[in-house]
């Protein structure tokens, strides 16, 4: 099914241990996006591309690097994870940076702990 | 500051027991409002986009309206099925910003 997919959906890290969270779509949406949801809050946004070999920053960058070597994937790299990345992540795309009639397509999440 | 605030938090309604839930929005300029549907570990999924005061869309039993300062999501004769968190997000003029509110969190009862 076409979507965006997400691995893992479980993970529990060491504080200062690093991990990479996956996300691939095959909708060949050019604009894609991390998100992080916490309790009480909004969903934030962490980074962003409008594609391939583009990148920027979003709200909440600092602790987390992505790269965009191609159009299907957008990984998120913690470097040295901390208590306070604890949280639910999610991947979206859309063909587009504004999104417009068709909104965002998100994936199922990841769900991070860290100890 | 650009703010989006939904309310209420928390919503309990009988089957077939019509209400709505309102976002509102103080931006320096809109784009475009979303609604979105969360359900339990899941991630958010796409319901309306709206653009300009006055402007509506339906879907089943959801109908989203806009005024200037907020939006509506009128739930006709709800059923269990349409217990889920729902959120709202603007788009503002200029910039990549995709502003969220926190959500409504949805229980219909059988």
């Known amino acids: 099914n076409a979507g965006v997919t997400q691995t893992p959906k479980f993970q529990v890290l060491k504080t200062g241990q690093s991990m990479t969270l996956q996300c691939a779509q095959d909708?060949?949406?050019?604009?894609m996006s991390w998100y992080r949801q916490d309790p009480g809050m909004g969903l934030r946004l962490i980074h962003y591309?409008?594609?391939?070999?583009?990148?920027d920053q979003g709200e909440v960058p600092n602790g987390y690097n992505v790269s965009r070597s191609t159009t299907e994937d957008f990984p998120l790299r913690l470097l040295s994870a901390a208590p306070s990345q604890t949280s639910v992540y999610f991947c979206?795309?859309?063909?587009?940076?504004?999104?417009?009639?068709?909104?965002?397509?998100f994936g199922s999440g990841t769900r991070l702990t860290v100890v | 500051e650009d703010q989006v605030t939904q309310s209420p938090e928390a919503l309990r309604l009988q089957e077939g027991e019509s209400s709505s839930l309102n976002c509102s929005y103080t931006?320096?300029?809109?784009?475009?409002l979303f609604w979105y549907r969360q359900d339990p570990g899941k991630g958010p999924e796409f319901l309306f986009t709206l653009y300009s005061a006055g402007e509506e869309k339906e879907k089943e039993r959801l109908k989203a309206t806009l005024t200037k300062k907020e939006s509506f999501l009128h739930i006709t004769a709800p059923k269990p099925e349409d217990s889920a968190t729902y959120l709202c997000a603007v788009s503002t003029s200029g910039t990549y910003k995709y502003i969220f509110g926190t959500g409504t969190r949805l229980k219909v009862l059988a």
């Open positions: 979206a795309s859309s063909y587009s940076l504004m999104a417009g009639e068709y909104g965002y397509t």
């Open positions: 591309s409008v594609g391939a070999g583009i990148t």
């Open positions: 931006v320096s300029g809109l784009r475009g």
């Open positions: 909708m060949n949406h050019e604009y």
